[in-house]
């Protein structure tokens, strides 16, 4: 059976001069010294959409008393994921609201608009979107405007075309229920992979091979063919033979790292998927069952409340600051026997990393720590360092990170070894390890 398929507005983000109904917004701040501020500004009217009055029982964690509290709960929750994820000093203006979109669509969003050759633009003559670009500037280049524009599927609460009747799940357990009629769509893991259009994963290639108003995203700086030639560099003609190739790689340093140097496939099927192709990550090699990087492929598959391994990469590439993610100028982090995916006990790992300055004679990085995330795929739970047990959806610093004891190194490039113990008498099943290099350069600890 073939999933639904998740889909955004990226060909023609809306009008960055478009007038905005603010009927009520939400303000909030990470709790931490980390994260970047959000703001949701609901632009349903009374009684509909986020505000929809109908009587709910609380589910899966999720409090809300009513439809539309439950669909706010749930969106603010995913919401929060990223912003505590993300570092920034300017808030990211999200507008959200509910519409029918027909039987195939879960939901949509996108950048409200685009800005390039703005001042601290790290790349000419690309465009970044703004809640990306507001970051880079250091300050918002269109206040008018909303960054993010986020579009959730009411069909699939009426069932007017929902396939097998099926509806949205609001719980924040990432436990959506089956039944004779089919599945219930985790909401929260649909609105995070919305979220990471809105932020930057997202293509202007069109079908033809040109790019949307001539102009490539940050995004499409990065994507290469399998002979090793960036896109951009292509005629039009190639770049639309490579768009449906099934071959098309992101290649970054960050996006590399994070998967254990190699470069990401994207989704680019034959023939051209409007909304799908290019924008997202493959389908075939990342949905695989319980795969930790499904969260921004194209198919609603399984609930997912990870942001995996591949996106916080892409997401450094771009531009981002992503917290706690960062492998340095060139670092480089290998894992000694056993290795991440082996369905075996786990009871240590160890490794190497490694940091250079590329060349830079000044600003010594110096390497600080390693971080290690053991993470479940079965049930998707993190592992509890301080309660021996894995016991959340949610990432918690201080609960499930284990950071190993390393030295300093005080050079301009440096090597460390280290050892750490791993949960001790874990049953064999399909585990995850997770280690990223944080450094002095990235003041990051």
């Not at 071959?247 to 970054?252: C, E, L, R, T, Y």
Request: glycine share 8%; net charge negative; aromatic share 12%.
């Amino acid at each position: 059976m073939r999933h639904l398929f998740y889909f955004f507005a990226g060909a023609k983000p809306a009008s960055r001069f478009g007038r905005r109904l603010m009927l009520a917004s939400l303000l909030f701040a990470t709790s931490r010294s980390y994260g970047v501020p959000v703001a949701i500004t609901y632009t349903d009217a009374g009684g509909a959409g986020f505000y929809d009055n109908s009587p709910r029982i609380p589910v899966g964690g999720n409090a809300g008393a009513t439809l539309g509290e439950q669909r706010r709960n749930a969106l603010e929750a995913a919401v929060n994921r990223w912003a505590q994820a993300l570092e920034g000093s300017q808030t990211i203006q999200i507008k959200a609201h509910w519409d029918s979109q027909g039987k195939s669509i879960l939901a949509s969003a996108s950048p409200q608009g685009f800005s390039f050759n703005f001042a601290g633009a790290p790349v000419a003559n690309v465009m970044y979107p703004y809640a990306l670009a507001n970051q880079l500037a250091g300050t918002d280049l269109d206040p008018a405007s909303a960054d993010i524009n986020v579009n959730c599927n009411a069909d699939w609460d009426t069932g007017v075309n929902a396939p097998d009747m099926r509806s949205w799940y609001y719980g924040l357990d990432g436990a959506p229920a089956f039944s004779s009629s089919g599945r219930n769509e985790d909401f929260y893991s649909v609105m995070l992979h919305e979220m990471a259009h809105g932020l930057g994963f997202i293509s202007w290639l069109n079908q033809d091979g040109s790019y949307v108003n001539n102009k490539p995203t940050i995004y499409d700086t990065f994507l290469f063919n399998v002979i090793g030639q960036r896109l951009m560099d292509l005629s039009q003609a190639n770049r639309a033979t490579a768009g449906v190739s099934s071959n098309i790689f992101f290649s970054g340093v960050f996006a590399n790292f994070q998967n254990s140097n190699a470069t990401p496939f994207i989704y680019s099927p034959a023939p051209w998927e409007p909304g799908s192709s290019i924008s997202h990550l493959d389908e075939a090699i990342y949905s695989t069952p319980k795969n930790i990087n499904e969260m921004e492929t194209p198919a609603a598959s399984f609930a997912t409340h990870n942001l995996g391994t591949i996106v916080p990469g892409i997401f450094e590439d771009l531009g981002w600051t992503f917290y706690d993610n960062d492998p340095g100028s060139a670092g480089t982090v290998s894992i000694a026997t056993p290795v991440a995916h082996q369905s075996t006990n786990y009871l240590a790992a160890s490794g190497t990393a490694s940091d250079l300055l590329n060349g830079s004679t000044t600003g010594a990085i110096g390497l600080k720590a390693v971080h290690l995330l053991f993470w479940r795929n079965s049930d998707h739970r993190y592992w509890n360092w301080n309660l021996s047990t894995f016991d959340s959806t949610t990432f918690n610093t201080a609960n499930h990170r284990l950071s190993a004891s390393v030295s300093v190194v005080p050079n301009n490039t440096g090597t460390l070894s280290w050892t750490n113990p791993l949960p001790n008498g874990v049953a064999d099943g399909d585990y995850t390890l997770n280690a990223s290099v944080v450094d002095l350069f990235d003041n990051e600890s």
